[in-house]
């Protein structure tokens, strides 16, 4: 139904629990998670949301069921999670860390392949134990079907210019965001990512019966 135009970026996922969590690794908080796995409450933004996706990929990965509380947004959530009535959550980086950072809750590591520039010293998941647990909520631009290319090729060219603005990577940098390099913010690559995620993640929606109200 959509037209792409170009690919901007993504934000990672960052692991994260409730201070009174023990665990001082991801290795640790794995082990606690499927030593009391049933009774492991973690918080979500909601049916279907990413946060919620995120989380039920994390316990297929570690084979354990856990408990899904929705919210009306992250932000109940993280209210919930500092003050210890849930458990964890997988989390949006740009959300979690100024709590992380400020000792109210506790971070483990970000679902990326690499360190992210907002939070240098939080390992990756492949560094701390779960290697390819890559989660990343990505952000595109898109026209209407049957747009014509020009008129596609003068957005995209817009899109190119913005994204190689210093002050605006900058600001989209100290968010958490992790801007695609120069030949990814095509509208073949957006299209090609968007079917790659398409075939990643719906199984998995199927099989968790994930259905919005």
Known sequence: DLEPVGMIGGNPMIIVAKPG???ASLRDLVAWVRANHEKV???TAGAG???HIAGIYFANEIGAKLQFIPYKGTGPAM???MGGQIDMMVD???NSLPQVKAGRIKGYAITAKER???APDMPTVDEAGMPGLHISIWYGIWAPKGTPREVVAKLNQAVVDALADPDTRKRLGDLGMELVPRERQ???ALDAHQKAEIEKWWPIIKAADI???
Do not use: C
Request: net charge negative; hydrophobic share 35%; charged share 15%.
């Open 211 to 213: 259905k919005l109200n």
């Open 49 to 51: 949301s990413s946060t």
């Open 79 to 81: 209210q919930d999670l």
């Open 92 to 94: 949006q980086l740009s």
């Open 116 to 118: 992210s520039a907002a």
């Open 41 to 43: 409450n973690v918080g």
């Open 21 to 23: 969590v023990e665990a």
């Open 186 to 188: 095509t509208p073949e």
